[in-house]
């Protein structure tokens, strides 16, 4: 099955620091891509797949799971962790329960989480009733492109099948539960404004995690797919001197103090 135009994923070799970016629900790597090639434009290697299902057509979403979709991410971070002597992972809404999930399960190989409008559960009365709906409905309206700048557009479905969103409701249980197990350093930055995911989901996920190191940023101008509206420059660099603060190598040259691969055992990266 081809790819929409322009929702192919994105990796770039870079130095000891590594970040996997996770997507969203309905969407594909299109969303975090300005993103992801920021941060490579920054020397930092950078892994951005693809979901199961996703990029492609809705019913090839209908047929995967939510431990299809983390699967990959968890197949992604193992490919970075190898590669890397750091790795931090970023998402956005459902991706940034994934990231969650990875920083739960994964302890110390996980550097820190960037979470940009962080999905925490399925809202409203009909979220209820989607593990019996879902087999009579098939599909409702999609939820892509909430942004508020103009002339930007998100690529993701019209429809989403009623069976992913019940996997996804499943998904945000589980993650719900693997919150306290999160303790890394954590990042979010949510909009007050928000047509997709409202704020209280930002605010459970802070309040449930046992992280000490938590910076909380608004993004005021934008909607829910911030990376792609008016505070993505805001993103991409508070997110960098983030990454920047908690890997101290991140924009140093060997002159400077830090090796560079090979040199040493502060050089690592196997696969680089």
Same mark, same amino acid.
């Given at each position: 099955?081809?790819? &929409? ?6 990796? /770039? $070799? ?10 969203? %629900? ?14 490579? #434009? ?11 299902? /996703?990029?492609?057509?809705? $019913? ?11 699967? #990959?991410?968890?197949? !992604? ?10 790795? %931090?992972?970023? +998402? ?37 009733? &989607? ?8 599909? @409702? ?20 099948? =009623? /069976?992913? !969103?019940?996997?996804?409701?499943? %998904?945000?249980?589980? *993650? ?5 197990? @999160?303790?890394?350093? *954590? ?8 047509? @997709? *995911?409202?704020? !209280? ?17 608004? =993004?005021?101008?934008?909607? /829910? @797919? ?15 001197? %983030? ?13 400077? +103090? ?15």
């Amino acid at each position: 099955m081809p790819l &929409l135009p322009g929702a192919e994923p994105y990796r /770039h $070799e870079g130095g000891e620091i590594g970040v996997l970016l996770c997507h969203g %629900f309905t969407g594909s790597p299109q969303s975090l891509r300005p993103w992801a090639e920021y941060l490579a #434009e920054q020397g930092l290697t950078v892994s951005l797949p693809l979901l199961p299902g /996703h990029g492609t057509r809705w $019913e090839n979403m209908a047929v995967t799971g939510w431990q299809d979709w983390y699967a #990959e991410v968890d197949r !992604a971070l193992r490919e970075l962790t190898e590669r890397c002597s750091q790795v %931090f992972v970023a +998402g956005l809404s459902m991706g940034g329960a994934l990231a969650l999930r990875l920083g739960a399960r994964h302890g110390d190989e996980v550097a820190g989480l960037i979470l940009v409008n962080p999905g925490n559960k399925v809202h409203g009365l009909a979220a209820h009733a &989607l593990p019996v709906a879902r087999h009579f409905v098939r599909t @409702v309206k999609g939820v892509a492109d909430d942004i508020a700048k103009e002339g930007s557009h998100e690529i993701g479905y019209s429809r989403v099948p =009623l /069976h992913s !969103a019940h996997q996804l409701r499943r %998904f945000f249980r589980v *993650v719900d539960r693997e919150l306290p197990q @999160v303790t890394q350093p *954590v990042m979010v930055l949510h909009s007050p404004q928000d047509h @997709v *995911v409202p704020p !209280a989901d930002s605010a459970r996920v802070l309040s449930r995690i046992s992280s000490r190191d938590v910076t909380e940023i608004l =993004l005021e101008q934008s909607y /829910h @797919v911030a990376t792609l509206d008016h505070d993505a420059g805001r993103i991409f660099e508070e997110s960098y001197a %983030f990454i920047g603060r908690l890997a101290p190598s991140v924009g140093k040259t060997p002159s400077e +103090g830090v090796s560079s691969p090979g040199e040493g055992a502060e050089g690592t990266a196997s696969g680089g």
